[in-house]
């Protein structure tokens, strides 16, 4: 019991998800404690509570183990906040560990450590078998062995759950997650130049603008991308309704054509980037990726047609590895966070400081008043709406929650509600700025939000997340253009 306290409070105060109550892992420790010296088992228990913290980030944020340990430097990254309760995490794991060594040196009967096997053992087997019961009342079947406890491609690509369980297993999900991963990536790259398409938000946008080789001789509309962090679909259409009320505004209706939809999501916002920069869901293996398995991804076409391609994020370039494979990419330019810095953008606190998604949407628009020879392909992965967010959301002027009882009454909700709606008014401010061409937008979400409230996953869709498409209306595109040629 008292194992498991160091990832129930890193569950409760870093947003991770606790989908079992305790892991079956540290029954295991018990029982080889009971039979070796007691500084192994100590060792052995920080290992497994390290596995299990590891486990729970990975089903949070849709990540594998190797993507955790490459990237952990970010952590520099985090707020002071969770950079306090992490310290104090690891001072009661060591805590426990040490408690662990002391226990495991009372002295234990022969005859006395069978029954204490057996009450480990029988306390772990009621576990699993209450777990079983609720998935055969739930899915109608027995668990599959190899996937017991882990969901396999639905905790990478999703981290839903139907409830709660009493048991955890991190280690086998760690090994299986990480195996899953190396398979999609040797399947990735064998496949990567044939790869089937799949839907995407950017390719319906840079249709219906008209980018094609057909037209690449005719001036272009400057294209924006931006991909929304942790921008579900709720299950409530009027938070929907709600969050895009900003794009439709008499304003904005008088210089683009509005239309909206949903395209699938295959996991992490690095995933989200493989959608819509190529159109695969090749995912982390967009890291791994050469020049020549990039020629037919977004910022390659476009700068072949002429475009000048910009990405920006407002984080620092080393997490997972964007200031590498931008330019391997195609981006000419690529703006992090110590860029912004250097040209006064301000800082915002959330899961991770960062610089402040309105600031860069700001930044955009100063950008696009200029004019350029070339259309600009700007690329724009937001930052401040990442989960787990403070609560109430430090902004200034914040959407109301008022809109239904479910944001007024769940505090995670209305923050994430909040940050997603800053975006929103964001956006349409910097869309009808005196540009220097015709802009089309496409905003779109990368994965759905991962709270760490089970109830509160099962109010987005864990299969699509939106987007909204901002085009030209064609008398202001033609009058804007023809500006741009006399100019």
Same mark, same amino acid.
């Given at each position: ?121 029988? $306390? ?21 062995? !190899? ?72 001036? =272009? ?45 295959? @996991? ?14 090749? @995912? ?27 990405? !920006? ?18 981006? #000419? ?32 628009? #100063?950008? !696009? ?23 109430? $959301? ?15 009454? #769940? ?59 901002? =085009? ?7 009058? @804007? ?7």
């Amino acid at each position: 019991m008292v194992t498991n306290i160091p990832f129930w409070i890193a569950s409760y105060w870093l947003g991770i998800i606790c989908d079992g109550w305790f892991c079956i892992s540290y029954v295991a420790v018990g029982l080889v404690g009971l039979f070796l010296p007691s500084l192994l088992p100590a060792l052995l228990l920080l290992f497994v509570i390290a596995a299990d913290l590891v486990s729970g980030v990975c089903e949070t944020y849709f990540l594998t183990p190797g993507n955790c340990v490459a990237n952990i430097v970010s952590m520099r990254e985090f707020s002071s906040m969770r950079l306090i309760v992490m310290v104090g995490v690891s001072l009661i794991v060591l805590l426990v560990c040490y408690l662990a060594k002391i226990v495991s040196r009372a002295p234990v009967g022969k005859m006395k450590r069978p029954q204490a096997a057996v009450c480990l053992a029988a $306390f772990s087997a009621i576990c699993l078998s209450v777990d079983c019961l609720l998935i055969v009342r739930d899915s109608g079947h027995l668990p599959d062995p !190899l996937h017991f406890g882990f969901t396999g491609r639905d905790v990478v690509r999703l981290g839903h759950y139907r409830e709660r369980h009493l048991s955890r297993v991190p280690i086998a999900r760690l090994i299986r997650s990480e195996l899953e991963d190396i398979k999609m990536r040797r399947a990735g790259h064998a496949s990567s130049r044939t790869a089937s398409c799949v839907p995407s938000a950017a390719t319906e946008g840079a249709r219906d603008a008209g980018i094609g080789a057909s037209t690449s001789n005719r001036p =272009m509309p400057n294209f924006v991308l931006i991909l929304v962090e942790s921008w579900g679909l709720s299950k409530e259409s009027a938070i929907n309704t709600a969050l895009l009320e900003p794009y439709f505004s008499p304003d904005l209706l008088k210089r683009y054509e509005i239309s909206s939809g949903t395209v699938p999501f295959y @996991g992490p916002t690095i995933a989200g980037e493989a959608r819509e920069l190529c159109g695969h869901n090749l @995912g982390f293996g967009i890291l791994d990726s050469s020049v020549q398995e990039f020629q037919r991804c977004l910022p390659k076409e476009l700068t072949n047609r002429g475009y000048h391609s910009i990405a !920006l994020h407002g984080m620092d370039g080393h997490l997972f590895d964007r200031q590498n494979w931008y330019g391997t990419i195609g981006f #000419q330019e690529k703006w992090f966070r110590s860029q912004f810095r250097r040209q006064g953008l301000p800082d915002c606190i959330g899961a991770f400081i960062g610089t402040c998604d309105a600031s860069i949407a700001s930044w955009i628009g #100063q950008r !696009l008043e200029v004019n350029n020879a070339s259309p600009q392909f700007i690329y724009w992965v937001t930052l401040n709406s990442h989960l787990p967010l403070p609560t109430p $959301f430090p902004l200034p002027d914040a959407a109301s929650c008022r809109v239904t009882q479910s944001l007024s009454r #769940q505090p995670a909700l209305c923050s994430w509600y909040q940050s997603i709606a800053n975006v929103h008014r964001s956006i349409p401010q910097l869309s009808i700025r005196p540009l220097s061409r015709p802009t089309v937008f496409v905003v779109v979400g990368d994965h759905a939000p991962p709270f760490s409230d089970v109830e509160l996953r099962r109010q987005v869709s864990s299969d699509v997340v939106p987007y909204i498409l901002l =085009m030209p209306r064609s008398e202001v595109s033609n009058t @804007g253009l023809a500006k741009h040629k006399e100019g």
